[in-house]
């Protein structure tokens, strides 16, 4: 065995704290060490050439690299030992960045002293690797997106253009989510409408696309390129292929309840569809709101009115597996409740309103048919006060991030409401204005100099009623005045959050989130779209707030992550895998019920032989927790074995 050390400077990332001279003279003084070498960038090109060059004109057979974390660049270094002759898992990477430069910039003794001790620990850990062999299964290809808005739609399009099938599965009865409630988009105002219906039909009609709306996932197992997942139709009591979308249900259902898609300034009835361009543009009955039960039915109207019969009160709810190779998440976000917005009198006052329901207010098929009414009394109102970042950059509240699309679709209003009502004023409050995209700066200031928008920058610390009037107390810090307002209207733009269920559907699909429940990616920069659990891709604001531009570009990421996966015949799977120690396992089954991935079972070669347990390779992710349960060392995992873990702490603990 000749174990070789490369030590990386990053520039100034480690070098700049760590002394990679004395890093390097005591590495290769240690006596498992054949060669030791410090290097500026590893991870470049020359750098990758010079381990190669040592691989071969030196004989090494393992390697450690001592550089970033091996979620930037292991996979480098792999190939690179690959190409060299030298199996990919007999290299371990110590993180002598992210673990020590970086924690420790201002104790460069302490700093090299721990490089050390973490290449160490890495040279243990290698001299008991064994080669490894990736494990090959077949791979379905098909594909399920999750979600059916903008983000969901172009992935799931993009990927049946592609020659595959595609499940795309809507918890609503439409295609279509947040932005089928836009009146236009910015910055080119663009009706959302006509750009959004055609993609949606295009989607419905596609042949390679099979459309599940009204529908959720409920149960998801296996592994890359063979998941099996259970989704739930929920019943519209219209049977979908009989109904026309005529709509003369819906004239006669006598039950008005508020229009979730108007939020809930307009009604519609307990038959209905959410929108006039629905896709599918099938009726659904809201039976929690239909004056019939499953058990009585009191009223037939819209069974009588119905010509082709297609009311069925019978519906129950079905479900279907299907298997599927990939899977895309693009399950959008929701805006944080006004009512959790007091201080700024939301759910207190109705005509303080979210920055969404002014959107439906100034919609031309919105319930005011574009005319900015007041939902208290229907009067136009003739002053506004815009508040962005309610809730937004607030640790208070919750959402220290910021939203994005809120400075922007606040100077949307504001333009839209100086266009509907020419003699009216708009007062914007701001922390600052984030206008970071094509076209997005030069808007805004469209809007602030031509449209002649109050822009005060500063916090609004309370809203309030006083006879019919709103009154807006706060702060501009530029003059340092204190400022008070008088509105008819405040609009709020409150912090986007993720969409709800989207905690229980990432816990589905074994897919972390982060602290405000977005979904986590593998890495920020170089695999923005993939997820730790391999095989499923993010799209959209289910990741982090997105406009729609954002959106679109990153769902034909996913998707082209997708058709990459598919383009192979058949699926390498890392061989970090569980394995079995029969001389030691007694059955005793401690680590079935442990697992996460439901990848061990319980078996009996014989009818009275001795039982132990089985790894389904598959479904294994190799995390280890039946390793850490197991208390007779029965099971080990491939890579990261107990007797290499031993090494490691013995070696870090002398």
């Given at each position: 065995m000749r174990i070789g050390v490369f030590i990386c400077h990053c520039g100034k990332n480690i070098a700049g704290v760590i002394d990679i001279k004395r890093l390097t003279s005591s590495v290769s003084e240690l006596e498992e060490v054949y060669y030791a070498t410090?290097?500026?960038?590893?991870?470049?090109?020359?750098?990758?050439?010079?381990?190669q060059d040592q691989i071969k004109e030196l004989g090494l057979t393992h390697i450690v690299v001592a550089a970033c974390s091996p979620k930037m660049h292991a996979a480098t270094f792999a190939q690179a030992l690959e190409d060299a002759g030298v199996n990919a898992y007999l290299l371990e990477i110590a993180n002598i960045r992210e673990q020590c430069s970086w924690v420790h910039p201002h104790e460069p003794e302490e700093a090299t002293d721990k490089a050390f001790e973490l290449i160490k620990a890495g040279?243990?850990?290698?001299?008991?690797?064994?080669?490894?062999?990736?494990?090959?299964?077949?791979?379905?290809?098909?594909?399920?997106?999750?979600?059916?808005?903008?983000?969901?739609?172009?992935?799931?399009?993009?990927?049946?253009?592609?020659?595959?099938?595609?499940?795309?599965?809507?918890?609503?009865?439409?295609?279509?989510?947040?932005?089928?409630?836009?009146?236009?988009?910015?910055?080119?105002?663009?009706?959302?409408?006509?750009?959004?219906?055609?993609?949606?039909?295009?989607?419905?009609?596609?042949?390679?696309?099979?459309?599940?709306?009204?529908?959720?996932?409920?149960?998801?197992?296996?592994?890359?390129?063979?998941?099996?997942?259970?989704?739930?139709?929920?019943?519209?009591?219209?049977?979908?292929?009989?109904?026309?979308?005529c709509g003369d249900c819906t004239e006669v259902c006598p039950v008005i309840v508020p229009n979730e898609f108007e939020q809930s300034l307009g009604g519609r009835k307990a038959i209905y569809v959410p929108f006039s361009q629905a896709v599918p543009l099938k009726y659904t009955?809201?039976?929690?709101?239909?004056?019939?039960?499953?058990?009585?039915?009191?009223?037939?109207?819209?069974?009588?009115?119905?010509?082709?019969?297609?009311?069925?009160?019978?519906?129950?709810?079905?479900?279907?597996?299907?298997?599927?190779g990939a899977i895309v998440v693009a399950t959008g976000y929701d805006l944080m409740p006004v009512e959790d917005l007091k201080e700024y009198g939301g759910g207190l006052y109705p005509d303080v309103v979210s920055g969404l329901e002014f959107e439906r207010l100034v919609t031309a098929s919105?319930?005011?048919?574009?005319?900015?009414?007041?939902?208290?009394?229907?009067?136009?109102?003739?002053?506004?006060?815009?508040?962005?970042?309610?809730?937004?950059?607030?640790?208070?509240?919750?959402?220290?991030?910021?939203?994005?699309?809120?400075?922007?679709?606040?100077?949307?209003?504001?333009?839209?409401?100086?266009?509907?009502?020419p003699d009216g004023e708009v007062f914007?409050?701001?922390?600052?204005?984030?206008?970071?995209?094509?076209?997005?700066?030069?808007?805004v200031q469209r809007v602030m100099e031509e449209e002649r928008i109050a822009y005060l920058r500063g916090k609004v610390s309370k809203v309030f009623q006083r006879d019919d009037k709103l009154i807006v107390w706060g702060s501009d810090t530029l003059t340092g005045m204190a400022v008070e307002i008088e509105a008819d209207m405040v609009v709020l733009a409150p912090a986007v959050v993720p969409s709800k269920g989207a905690k229980e559907l990432a816990k589905l699909f074994k897919t972390p989130v982060n602290e405000y429940g977005f979904l986590d990616e593998v890495h920020p920069k170089l695999r923005p779209v993939e997820s730790s659990a391999m095989g499923v891709y993010l799209a959209g604001a289910a990741q982090a707030p997105k406009d729609i531009p954002d959106s679109v570009s990153q769902a034909s990421a996913a998707a082209s992550k997708v058709l990459g996966l598919f383009s192979q015949e058949e699926l390498a799977l890392e061989p970090i895998k569980a394995e079995v120690n029969l001389d030691n396992c007694d059955g005793c089954a401690l680590c079935v019920g442990v697992c996460p991935y439901g990848a061990i079972s319980l078996v009996q070669d014989e009818p009275d032989g001795p039982r132990h347990i089985q790894v389904h390779k598959a479904l294994c992710q190799g995390c280890g927790v039946c390793m850490a349960t197991c208390p007779k060392e029965g099971v080990n995992v491939a890579g990261f074995t107990l007797a290499q873990l031993r090494e490691q702490l013995r070696a870090m603990l002398k």
């Amino acid at each position: 065995m000749r174990i070789g050390v490369f030590i990386c400077h990053c520039g100034k990332n480690i070098a700049g704290v760590i002394d990679i001279k004395r890093l390097t003279s005591s590495v290769s003084e240690l006596e498992e060490v054949y060669y030791a070498t410090d290097y500026v960038y590893l991870c470049s090109e020359p750098g990758q050439k010079a381990i190669q060059d040592q691989i071969k004109e030196l004989g090494l057979t393992h390697i450690v690299v001592a550089a970033c974390s091996p979620k930037m660049h292991a996979a480098t270094f792999a190939q690179a030992l690959e190409d060299a002759g030298v199996n990919a898992y007999l290299l371990e990477i110590a993180n002598i960045r992210e673990q020590c430069s970086w924690v420790h910039p201002h104790e460069p003794e302490e700093a090299t002293d721990k490089a050390f001790e973490l290449i160490k620990a890495g040279v243990a850990k290698v001299g008991q690797a064994v080669p490894l062999q990736p494990l090959s299964v077949p791979l379905n290809r098909k594909v399920m997106v999750v979600g059916g808005g903008i983000a969901g739609i172009q992935a799931a399009l993009d990927i049946a253009n592609g020659g595959f099938e595609v499940y795309l599965v809507e918890r609503t009865p439409s295609l279509g989510g947040h932005m089928a409630q836009l009146s236009e988009t910015f910055p080119t105002l663009d009706c959302s409408s006509c750009i959004l219906t055609p993609r949606m039909v295009e989607a419905a009609k596609h042949p390679k696309i099979h459309l599940y709306t009204y529908s959720e996932v409920k149960e998801v197992q296996g592994v890359v390129g063979q998941y099996k997942v259970k989704i739930e139709q929920k019943p519209r009591y219209v049977d979908p292929v009989k109904c026309t979308g005529c709509g003369d249900c819906t004239e006669v259902c006598p039950v008005i309840v508020p229009n979730e898609f108007e939020q809930s300034l307009g009604g519609r009835k307990a038959i209905y569809v959410p929108f006039s361009q629905a896709v599918p543009l099938k009726y659904t009955i809201d039976l929690e709101n239909c004056l019939n039960t499953r058990e009585l039915v009191v009223c037939d109207q819209c069974y009588r009115a119905c010509g082709p019969k297609a009311i069925n009160y019978l519906m129950e709810p079905k479900e279907e597996e299907i298997e599927v190779g990939a899977i895309v998440v693009a399950t959008g976000y929701d805006l944080m409740p006004v009512e959790d917005l007091k201080e700024y009198g939301g759910g207190l006052y109705p005509d303080v309103v979210s920055g969404l329901e002014f959107e439906r207010l100034v919609t031309a098929s919105g319930p005011t048919s574009g005319v900015v009414r007041r939902p208290s009394d229907g009067k136009i109102p003739k002053r506004i006060v815009f508040i962005q970042c309610a809730g937004s950059r607030d640790p208070e509240h919750g959402c220290a991030y910021c939203s994005k699309i809120c400075c922007m679709y606040t100077a949307k209003h504001a333009f839209m409401f100086k266009h509907a009502v020419p003699d009216g004023e708009v007062f914007v409050f701001y922390i600052d204005v984030r206008a970071a995209g094509k076209g997005y700066e030069e808007f805004v200031q469209r809007v602030m100099e031509e449209e002649r928008i109050a822009y005060l920058r500063g916090k609004v610390s309370k809203v309030f009623q006083r006879d019919d009037k709103l009154i807006v107390w706060g702060s501009d810090t530029l003059t340092g005045m204190a400022v008070e307002i008088e509105a008819d209207m405040v609009v709020l733009a409150p912090a986007v959050v993720p969409s709800k269920g989207a905690k229980e559907l990432a816990k589905l699909f074994k897919t972390p989130v982060n602290e405000y429940g977005f979904l986590d990616e593998v890495h920020p920069k170089l695999r923005p779209v993939e997820s730790s659990a391999m095989g499923v891709y993010l799209a959209g604001a289910a990741q982090a707030p997105k406009d729609i531009p954002d959106s679109v570009s990153q769902a034909s990421a996913a998707a082209s992550k997708v058709l990459g996966l598919f383009s192979q015949e058949e699926l390498a799977l890392e061989p970090i895998k569980a394995e079995v120690n029969l001389d030691n396992c007694d059955g005793c089954a401690l680590c079935v019920g442990v697992c996460p991935y439901g990848a061990i079972s319980l078996v009996q070669d014989e009818p009275d032989g001795p039982r132990h347990i089985q790894v389904h390779k598959a479904l294994c992710q190799g995390c280890g927790v039946c390793m850490a349960t197991c208390p007779k060392e029965g099971v080990n995992v491939a890579g990261f074995t107990l007797a290499q873990l031993r090494e490691q702490l013995r070696a870090m603990l002398k």
